[in-house]
């Protein structure tokens, strides 16, 4: 077993909180993966899955149990389900901004939009991670896992892992325990061999981060540079000379209402249709056709709102905090709360409850934070 010296979580994550497990192993194989998993899980004690840490707040307190760092890194092409198509598969530990890199040097298009996001292929499933309208989902085959209760790991498709907005059955939401609970091995993308011409962009939220026109061609390296660009000027990529950049990203999720509900906000709230607003096509077959078409579908899709217009509008501004507290708004982002150095998990917790205090104060919605909580509470 590749045990090593505990290191304390406030090195290992981003937000830089946590004290020190009991115990830390290093995985840098899956079969060394799967051993850990199942000797910690047949012993029934403690435990934390850590890829890389970007996605955790952790509280202060030492943590009672084992941490099992996922350190195994590859990636294996194959051929994709149709021409046109290639399939990766890569392994839990691996760096996901190397993974995009990668895909956009080989000329595959479905990912360059999440350029820049920070820690594993592994975790990406678990968030269903997206950006500027790319999701995980949209390109995710399979996955290889271990489920806690299994006697091995299994290929689970897609279409199982009950995949939606920054979620699947597999995380651990804010005050509950995740549907399933497994550990990721390996992520299989099914992605589109498109080369290194310039294209169209289909999608109108990346266009409008890149300032780009429906008519306007692009390279997959000219989105990735500009993502990265656009990205950095939030503090959204990892610089140890940036305090903005000392955060879980995205503390607040953009929040998912009804229609009717985000009527009730300002008109200038930026927002976005869940689902594609397109008309369904109506078929009858002629036998039963009796000259009546039934009308068209009223329902109204939901609505995603910007978490950062409200947090703003609420008198929050950017680089704001509380009192002498270490912990601060971002002063690039208000979606990110930072450790502006040596901010303990209880100032940023604080942070956070008067920032979902004030958004519900004023709007009437209760923000829910992103990040998975270990030993802290909202």
Known sequence: MPEVTPVP????????????????????????????????????????????????FVGDDAFDGTVVRVRTTGIERMPGSRPGTVRLRVAAGHDWD????????????????????????????VQNIGAYGQEIEQTLVEVE???????????????????????????????????????????????????????TIAGEQLRRA???????????????????????????????????????GSFFQNAIVSASFARTLPSACPRWPVKPDVDAVTVIPLAQYD??????????????VSAAWLIEQSGIRKGFRLGRSRAAVSSKHALALTNRGGA??????????????RVASEFGLILQPEPVLIDVDL
């Open 9 to 56: 979580l406030s090195r290992l994550t981003t937000l830089r909180t946590g004290g020190s497990p009991a115990r830390m192993i290093d995985a840098h194989t899956a079969d060394e993966l799967v051993d850990a998993l199942q000797e910690m899980w047949a012993s029934g004690e403690r435990w934390l899955v850590l890829g890389g840490g970007s996605n955790l």
């Open 291 to 304: 000259g009546h078409v039934p009308p068209p579908s009223t329902e109204e899709s939901e609505v995603k």
């Open 210 to 248: 890149l300032g780009l026109e429906p008519a306007d061609a692009v390279s997959l390296r000219w989105i990735r540079d500009h993502v990265l660009t656009v990205r950095r000027s939030k503090g959204m990529i990892l610089d140890d000379d940036d305090p903005d950049t000392y955060s879980a």
């Open 145 to 199: 896992l271990l489920d806690e209760d299994g006697d091995g790991p299994v290929t689970v498709p897609a279409a199982e892992l009950g995949l939606g907005f920054r979620t699947s059955v597999l995380k651990h939401h804010h005050g509950r325990e995740p549907q399933r609970r497994a550990v990721i091995l390996s992520v299989t993308l099914e992605l589109a061999e498109i080369g290194h011409a310039e294209r």
């Open 98 to 125: 190397a993974l995009v890199a990668y895909a956009v040097d080989e000329g595959l298009a479905g990912i360059e939009a999440m350029s820049g996001i920070p820690g594993t292929v592994g975790a990406a499933p």
């Open 344 to 357: 303990t998990a209880a100032e940023i917790a604080e942070l956070a409850r008067f920032i979902q205090r």
